[in-house]
């Protein structure tokens, strides 16, 4: 059994809709053998990590910038995860207000650092998402979840 899991800092409605459909598409019946996990990003610890064989991430925006909440993620499993999770798969949603460069940049930066292997571009949302945005986060789980499992 593969384990994926999510770590994400969700503080409003939109956020919440979006995590819902990101878990529902990571936990989908049409992949097999996979496990989703699923910590608020102030308390995934590296052992979460470690433990995990892909990870899907999801924050706001905040002051140009990933929120505070992932960044202390990163801050607290940088170093003991930088040669233990080489390639393994990520995929990424986003909720801003109006622009997601700065945190599109950052998360990059990290996780080009990390040298995790990203499964397809993060899903990025304004507004209240809609159907067409939900599921895009319904592919976004669904296809991280299938980088670990049976399809
Ligand atoms: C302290 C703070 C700073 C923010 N900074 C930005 C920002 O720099 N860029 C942006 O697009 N949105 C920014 N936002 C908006 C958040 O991204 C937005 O509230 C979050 O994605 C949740 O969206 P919602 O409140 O519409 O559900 C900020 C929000 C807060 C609370």
Redesign the pocket.
């Known amino acids: 059994m593969k384990r994926l899991l999510i770590v994400h800092h969700t ?5 919440q809709a979006m995590y819902e459909a990101v878990r529902s598409g990571a936990s989908t019946d049409e992949v097999a053998g996979v496990e989703v996990v699923s910590r608020p990003a102030l308390t995934a610890s590296p052992v979460d990590v470690l433990e995990a064989d892909g990870y899907l991430l999801g924050s ?6 990933l929120s505070g909440a992932l960044k202390h993620f990163f801050d607290q499993v940088y170093y003991p995860c930088l040669e233990e999770t080489v390639r393994r798969p990520f995929g990424a949603y ?7 460069t ?2 599109l940049r950052a998360l990059e930066s990290i996780t080009t650092g990390l040298k995790w292997r990203v499964v397809r571009p993060p899903a990025v949302v ?3 998402p809609g159907r067409a945005e939900l599921e895009e986060c319904w592919e976004l789980g669904a296809m991280v979840a299938a980088e670990l499992g049976t399809v």
């Open positions: 503080p409003s409605p939109n956020l706001p925006v905040n002051l140009g910038y986003l909720h801003a207000g109006n622009d997601a700065g945190a304004t507004g209240e």
